[in-house]
């Protein structure tokens, strides 16, 4: 016997979810809203619910009668299954398409506004900008010639700290010694 030769495929469904059943409670009106919580392109029509703060389609937004799709409460998959009290409540368009983009070209320009701007680096004096660019411009062949100018100081300068006046012994206590002490641990 040989394989069927069509395909199993899915019914044809409909892309809007249609129902007759209306929510019994007052319309929620666009107006009302802030222009950032709601959508009001044709493609995906819809808006933040009010009992349940998640984007909820908006069905016949071309029609006479506009009302929010049947929804769940909390994240698919995750939470139950319990209907949201907001679902088939109608829904009052009373904003043209182009005021609604307009408000919220408005909004985003104000919010912009209000961020902090990019933090811009203080201004150096004019001691600090002649270090930093007298250091950038040296190199390794004048920092040591620098170096070398400066050792005999140097050397001088540590010979000097070496040496103990014959009158400096302390009175009540041990002799300053003039070596370096390299104490032993007792059983070594």
């Known amino acids: 016997m040989s394989a069927p ?53 908006i069905t016949g937004i071309q029609g006479r009668q506009q ?15 319990v209907r949201c009290q907001g679902s088939n409540r109608l829904v009052t368009v009373d904003v043209a398409y182009e005021t609604w983009q307009e408000r919220l070209q408005d909004g985003g320009a104000e919010t912009a506004a209000r961020r902090p701007t990019t933090v811009l680096p203080k201004a150096f004096s004019p001691q600090t900008d002649q270090t930093l660019r007298a250091r950038a411009e040296r ?33 009540d206590g041990p002799a300053v010694p003039l070596s370096t002490l390299h104490p032993q641990r007792p059983g070594c």
């Open 5 to 57: 030769t069509t395909e199993r495929t899915a019914r044809p469904r409909k892309s809007r979810t249609r129902s007759r059943n209306i929510s019994g409670r007052p319309a929620l009106v666009i107006s009302a809203l802030r222009p950032h919580q709601y959508d009001l392109r044709s493609v995906c029509a819809s808006l933040i619910c009010p009992d349940c703060k998640t984007w909820v389609p």
């Open 139 to 171: 190199t390794l062949a004048g920092r040591v010639a620098d170096w070398n100018a400066v050792l005999p100081k140097v050397t001088d300068v540590d010979l000097a700290r070496r040496q103990v006046a014959a009158g400096d012994v302390p009175m």
């Open 67 to 81: 009302k929010l799709v049947p929804h769940d409460t909390g994240r698919a998959g995750k939470d139950a299954a």
